[in-house]
């Protein structure tokens, strides 16, 4: 059972910049897919982007050109860094797992972000 604890929330002022981690409780093997998710106040949760095993990566137009996805070499760890924060990104960020090969889904606790004006 994979676990996904997330970090690195807080509270930033607009324009700022964090770097989200989600660390995984062991390696990611086979076909998968890692993504950002985040879900604001009285909204329904939205995809923020996605990284998948061959290490193509996709993101939301509304973060395309600020927010990065990256995994580490050990396939353990996988980062957000965003850029040029605004207001409109305040949201809970929840990390996420898909594992193809046995076609489970993993989500993390989430961890939250403020961006103020």
């Known amino acids: 059972q994979v676990q996904l604890v997330e970090s690195g929330g807080g509270l930033v002022q607009a324009g700022g910049s964090l770097r989200l981690s989600c660390a995984a409780s062991e390696r990611t093997v086979g076909a998968h897919t890692l993504a950002w998710y985040r879900q604001a106040p009285g909204k329904q949760r939205e995809l923020v982007a996605t990284?998948?095993?061959?290490?193509?990566?996709n993101y939301a137009g509304s973060v395309k050109g600020r927010f990065t996805i990256s995994r580490d070499t050990a396939k353990t760890t996988v980062y957000l860094q965003m850029d040029s924060l605004k207001p409109e990104d305040t949201a809970v960020y929840y990390c996420y797992l898909n594992t193809y090969y046995d076609d489970r889904h993993y989500w993390g606790q989430g961890t939250k972000v403020t961006v103020t004006s």
């Open positions: 990284i998948n095993a061959g290490g193509a990566t």
